[in-house]
């Protein structure tokens, strides 16, 4: 490993931790991942993140760019490498009357906390310590996705430094190219500093959550499919099944019901009432923040197996069925499933680099095991997964955890990765920031 002088960082403001340090078993660490940098800079503003970025690529030193920390794969942290932290540079202020802008290493709940006086609201994840540039960068699928699309559709402009500590203003009429690839195509192509968003006006969320015995399975899948492919737009939805944390095979079934604007959640409750008995039914009227879940740290000697498959109309029911199935049988993930559709498949597939548009469908599933045990569940995972890839097209980069080969390369379809290959060629030819799916300059063509 190269030597760290600290001249190099003698105008460095933030914080340098080293694994000699008293918080460096922390800071080495995200909530999902676990590795030994050799350097963990916390950059306090952009012209310390500009001599971050020229001390990474200078040092020959493999760069990890961390904003929240919640990358399944770990991105946001490396083995004998540098870690760039955003943490510090994460102010958000409102710029207009809906244009806010964010700090590179903001999390969601912050992001809420400003807009929720103003009645305002950006379709993000389902989690408030998530951070918002690692969503952002790779879609934003949450309980707004089917009225408000993804987060990436409401991003207007971002500011960038570059692989060569340049800082750029990024948007539809400054670097365009650039402004295409930043929307799905994750962090391949610099450090994010600041985004700005449009938000959308949505003062309260009606929140409808059902449980089920997980026996009904095969009734709950199918009808909440149906239900959801004509359920009007302000309504978004996400199904939980075989929940390892309560009571795996036997846990009940959790419908989640979101709607975004002033109507009612009467006809999505009663068509779930008609599929089976519900266990528990609550719902409520609260401001959007109220709906996020707190993230978790993945305890110390647990190794996390995430893996998602985007589903088409046409394949739908039948992955309904598949995943009723799989839910009765012993097996050790969560499965998860969200509706799409709505403003989400109102974008064209070539207008951003997130490409699945046509989806109606997003099938996850989540286990954790001990690093000694980690093989085994992950080949019962590729299992499982032998059944669903019968149905899916395509994989979401935010919910993989690098594992798979197959769904790791159906992030992006070809003519999107062809596209930005040529792209990280033109702001990144040393491939700098390679903690990502996103394809490497030398694989352009």
Same mark, same amino acid.
């Given at each position: 490993?190269?030597?760290?002088?600290?001249?190099?960082?003698?105008?460095?403001?933030?914080?340098?931790?080293?694994? *000699?340090?008293? *918080?460096?078993?922390?800071?080495?660490?995200?909530?999902?991942?676990?590795?030994?940098?050799?350097?963990?800079?916390?950059?306090?503003?952009?012209?310390?993140?500009?001599?971050?970025?020229?001390?990474?690529?200078?040092?020959?030193?493999?760069?990890?760019?961390?904003?929240?920390?919640?990358?399944?794969?770990?991105?946001?942290?490396?083995?004998?490498?540098?870690?760039?932290?955003?943490?510090?540079?994460?102010?958000?202020?409102?710029?207009?009357?809906?244009?806010?802008?964010?700090?590179?290493?903001?999390?969601?709940?912050?992001?809420?906390?400003?807009?929720?006086?103003?009645?305002?609201?950006?379709?993000?994840?389902?989690?408030?310590?998530?951070?918002?540039?690692?969503?952002?960068? %790779?879609?934003?699928?949450?309980?707004?996705?089917?009225?408000?699309?993804?987060?990436?559709?409401?991003?207007?402009?971002?500011?960038?430094? @570059?692989?060569?500590?340049?800082?750029?203003?990024?948007?539809?009429?400054?670097?365009?190219?650039? =402004?295409?690839?930043?929307?799905?195509?994750?962090?391949?192509?610099?450090?994010?500093?600041?985004?700005?968003?449009?938000?959308?006006?949505?003062?309260?969320?009606? =929140?409808?959550?059902?449980?089920?015995?997980?026996?009904?399975?095969?009734?709950?899948?199918?009808?909440?499919?149906?239900?959801?492919? @004509?359920?009007?737009?302000?309504?978004?939805? @996400?199904?939980?099944?075989?929940?390892?944390?309560?009571?795996?095979?036997?846990?009940?079934?959790?419908?989640?019901?979101?709607?975004?604007?002033?109507?009612?959640?009467?006809?999505?409750?009663?068509?779930?009432?008609?599929?089976?008995?519900? &266990?528990?039914?609550?719902? %409520?009227?609260?401001?959007?923040?109220?709906?996020?879940?707190?993230?978790?740290?993945?305890?110390?000697?647990?190794?996390?197996?995430?893996?998602?498959? =985007?589903?088409?109309?046409?394949?739908?029911?039948?992955?309904?069925?598949?995943?009723?199935?799989?839910?009765?049988?012993?097996?050790?993930?969560?499965?998860?499933?969200?509706? /799409?559709?709505?403003?989400?498949?109102?974008?064209?597939?070539?207008?951003?680099? =997130?490409?699945?548009?046509?989806?109606?469908?997003?099938?996850?599933?989540?286990?954790?095991?001990?690093?000694?045990?980690?093989?085994? /569940?992950?080949?019962?995972?590729?299992?499982?997964?032998?059944?669903?890839?019968?149905?899916?097209?395509?994989?979401?980069?935010?919910? &993989?955890?690098?594992?798979?080969?197959?769904?790791?390369?159906?992030?992006?379809?070809?003519?999107?990765?062809?596209?930005?290959?040529?792209?990280?060629?033109?702001?990144?030819?040393?491939?700098?920031?390679?903690?990502?799916?996103?394809?490497?300059?030398?694989?352009?063509?």
């Amino acid at each position: 490993m190269p030597a760290i002088r600290e001249d190099q960082l003698a105008d460095f403001t933030g914080a340098i931790v080293t694994p *000699d340090s008293s *918080d460096y078993p922390q800071a080495a660490r995200t909530a999902l991942a676990f590795a030994e940098p050799a350097l963990i800079l916390r950059p306090v503003d952009v012209a310390d993140v500009q001599r971050a970025v020229r001390f990474a690529a200078a040092s020959d030193l493999p760069l990890a760019v961390r904003g929240g920390g919640h990358s399944a794969a770990g991105l946001g942290t490396i083995d004998a490498g540098v870690v760039i932290d955003l943490g510090a540079i994460d102010s958000v202020e409102m710029l207009g009357d809906r244009r806010v802008r964010v700090g590179g290493g903001a999390l969601w709940r912050q992001v809420a906390e400003v807009l929720a006086p103003h009645g305002l609201v950006i379709s993000s994840g389902d989690t408030a310590e998530v951070g918002v540039g690692g969503l952002t960068l %790779s879609g934003g699928i949450g309980w707004l996705v089917r009225q408000h699309g993804l987060a990436l559709d409401h991003l207007r402009a971002a500011e960038l430094v @570059t692989a060569d500590g340049s800082v750029l203003r990024v948007d539809d009429f400054h670097h365009a190219d650039l =402004f295409w690839a930043l929307r799905g195509g994750g962090g391949a192509y610099g450090v994010v500093t600041a985004f700005e968003f449009e938000a959308q006006p949505t003062p309260q969320v009606t =929140f409808a959550s059902l449980t089920f015995p997980a026996e009904q399975a095969r009734q709950i899948v199918p009808a909440w499919t149906r239900y959801m492919r @004509t359920a009007p737009d302000a309504i978004s939805s @996400t199904l939980v099944l075989s929940n390892p944390f309560n009571g795996g095979v036997d846990a009940p079934i959790e419908a989640t019901f979101s709607r975004c604007d002033a109507g009612a959640v009467d006809d999505a409750l009663a068509a779930m009432r008609s599929a089976g008995a519900p &266990l528990t039914e609550h719902v %409520s009227r609260v401001p959007y923040a109220e709906t996020l879940h707190q993230g978790n740290e993945l305890p110390a000697g647990l190794r996390i197996a995430l893996r998602n498959g =985007f589903v088409s109309a046409a394949s739908a029911d039948a992955a309904a069925d598949a995943v009723a199935d799989i839910a009765a049988t012993e097996q050790p993930a969560s499965i998860v499933v969200h509706s /799409l559709g709505g403003a989400f498949g109102r974008i064209p597939a070539e207008a951003t680099a =997130f490409a699945h548009r046509d989806a109606e469908l997003m099938v996850s599933t989540f286990a954790a095991a001990p690093e000694s045990a980690y093989e085994a /569940l992950r080949a019962r995972m590729d299992g499982v997964w032998q059944t669903l890839s019968r149905f899916t097209d395509g994989a979401y980069a935010n919910s &993989l955890d690098g594992t798979a080969a197959d769904a790791v390369a159906s992030v992006y379809p070809e003519s999107t990765r062809n596209r930005l290959a040529e792209i990280k060629g033109s702001y990144d030819p040393s491939n700098v920031f390679s903690r990502t799916f996103a394809p490497s300059p030398e694989s352009a063509r």
